[in-house]
């Protein structure tokens, strides 16, 4: 099967036509950075609008790219939460309104899913349960992943998500929008000893994340002037690095037989997070799976592999299927407070 998969849950607008053998036939994706950068982060209502104007001339490009029509695809996949709910219903209502129109089943998608699956996209080896480190600009998790749509969270983070702490930290050094990428450029030029970060939550027993407290860390590390902007920005990515490292090891510890340590999101695409999760794979003889760069951020070609992996479970929804913002991938998975964690 083909399927046309759909994302405009934040402000990457993209649409990708993937085959269930993990073939991607085409994915085109057009970013909004120009014109959230006057504002410092993601105005919504720019979002959505941005993702009306960009989402249909997307996948008239993609099924051009792949040589095909809409008639030959056999699914269609569009993200439905968690996210701003504007860009949401853009790509909701476009998903609904291709699939009455040319007569094909709708697939639902949680954006998290999107992010979870990803890696069985890029490996085929890639089997369940695995232990999935999911880290991107609005979470931090920790999650089994036992199967489609069979997700046990760990753990969570109790403030901040970790790619969120790369785009404030970003923001404090001056480099603006988008943060991660631009953080872990500098802090290649600076020493990652120089200044002392805290590393919130590390050794505790529930493997919560916690990066508040890193990032008025950094806040005062700038203010203090005794730094350079190279040496903070690599003093934080170590500091993130490390939280990341001993609270995975602490649920490899808890995790039911896991066969692989996965990572997946946008700060999956950190060449130092990857590194220092290898690292802690392979001394729990563990494989290690991280999808390539243009996989870890957002884009459609996941939506679509996990449409492709629904489909194949007999999981097709129905057209009155609702944008949900809010939508936790382990519904049974409580609220964490900071408070007792
Ligand atoms: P979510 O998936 O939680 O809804 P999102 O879709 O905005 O959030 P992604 O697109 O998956 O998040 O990831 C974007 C985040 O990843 C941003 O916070 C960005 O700073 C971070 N990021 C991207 N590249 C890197 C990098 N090389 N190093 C560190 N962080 C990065
Ligand atoms: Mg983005
Ligand atoms: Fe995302």
Redesign the pocket.
Same mark, same amino acid.
């Given at each position: 099967p083909i399927i046309l998969g759909l994302e405009s849950?934040?402000d990457e607008t993209a649409a990708a036509l993937v085959t269930s053998d993990r073939v991607v036939l085409a994915h085109r994706l057009a970013g909004q950075e120009a014109a959230h950068r006057p504002y410092g982060g993601v105005v919504p209502e720019i979002a959505a609008r941005a993702h009306v104007e960009a989402l249909i001339p997307l996948v008239e490009a993609a099924l051009d790219d792949a040589g095909m029509t809409l008639a030959q695809v056999d699914a269609i996949a569009a993200t439905a939460g +968690? %996210?701003l709910i504007g860009g949401v219903m853009v790509g909701l209502v476009t998903g609904k309104a291709l699939a009455h129109a040319a007569g094909k089943p709708l697939i639902a998608v949680n !954006?998290l899913e999107g !992010?979870a699956l990803s890696p069985r996209l890029a490996d085929m080896t890639l089997d369940f349960p695995y232990l999935l480190l999911l880290v991107? %600009? $609005? !979470?931090c998790q920790l999650l089994e992943v036992r199967g489609v749509g069979d997700y046990r969270r760990l753990a969570t983070t109790i403030d901040d998500?970790a790619?969120?702490a790369?785009?404030k930290t970003a923001k404090l050094l001056g480099l603006g929008i +988008? %943060?991660?990428?631009k *953080?872990?450029a500098l802090a290649r030029e600076g020493d990652p000893r120089a200044v002392p970060l805290p590393r919130p939550l590390a050794g505790t027993a529930e493997p919560h994340f916690s990066f508040a407290g890193l990032k008025s860390a950094v806040m005062r590390a700038v203010e203090s002037g005794r730094w350079s902007h190279a040496d903070i920005a690599a003093s934080f990515q170590q500091a993130v690095v490390d939280c990341l490292v001993d609270r995975t090891a602490r649920a490899l510890d808890v995790a039911d037989r896991p066969t692989a340590l996965v990572v997946a $999101?946008? *700060?999956a695409?950190?060449g130092a997070v990857r590194g220092a999760l290898q690292a802690l794979a392979s001394a729990h003889d563990l494989p290690f799976v991280a999808p390539p760069l243009w996989l870890c951020?957002?884009n459609a070609a996941m939506i679509g592999w996990a449409g492709a992996e629904r489909f194949a479970a007999g999981l097709i929804d129905d057209l009155a299927f609702p944008a949900r913002p809010r939508w936790p991938l382990d519904p049974s998975a409580q609220t964490v407070r900071g408070a007792g964690v």
């Amino acid at each position: 099967p083909i399927i046309l998969g759909l994302e405009s849950s934040c402000d990457e607008t993209a649409a990708a036509l993937v085959t269930s053998d993990r073939v991607v036939l085409a994915h085109r994706l057009a970013g909004q950075e120009a014109a959230h950068r006057p504002y410092g982060g993601v105005v919504p209502e720019i979002a959505a609008r941005a993702h009306v104007e960009a989402l249909i001339p997307l996948v008239e490009a993609a099924l051009d790219d792949a040589g095909m029509t809409l008639a030959q695809v056999d699914a269609i996949a569009a993200t439905a939460g +968690p %996210g701003l709910i504007g860009g949401v219903m853009v790509g909701l209502v476009t998903g609904k309104a291709l699939a009455h129109a040319a007569g094909k089943p709708l697939i639902a998608v949680n !954006h998290l899913e999107g !992010h979870a699956l990803s890696p069985r996209l890029a490996d085929m080896t890639l089997d369940f349960p695995y232990l999935l480190l999911l880290v991107s %600009g $609005g !979470h931090c998790q920790l999650l089994e992943v036992r199967g489609v749509g069979d997700y046990r969270r760990l753990a969570t983070t109790i403030d901040d998500a970790a790619g969120e702490a790369f785009d404030k930290t970003a923001k404090l050094l001056g480099l603006g929008i +988008p %943060g991660g990428p631009k *953080v872990e450029a500098l802090a290649r030029e600076g020493d990652p000893r120089a200044v002392p970060l805290p590393r919130p939550l590390a050794g505790t027993a529930e493997p919560h994340f916690s990066f508040a407290g890193l990032k008025s860390a950094v806040m005062r590390a700038v203010e203090s002037g005794r730094w350079s902007h190279a040496d903070i920005a690599a003093s934080f990515q170590q500091a993130v690095v490390d939280c990341l490292v001993d609270r995975t090891a602490r649920a490899l510890d808890v995790a039911d037989r896991p066969t692989a340590l996965v990572v997946a $999101g946008g *700060v999956a695409a950190n060449g130092a997070v990857r590194g220092a999760l290898q690292a802690l794979a392979s001394a729990h003889d563990l494989p290690f799976v991280a999808p390539p760069l243009w996989l870890c951020t957002d884009n459609a070609a996941m939506i679509g592999w996990a449409g492709a992996e629904r489909f194949a479970a007999g999981l097709i929804d129905d057209l009155a299927f609702p944008a949900r913002p809010r939508w936790p991938l382990d519904p049974s998975a409580q609220t964490v407070r900071g408070a007792g964690v």
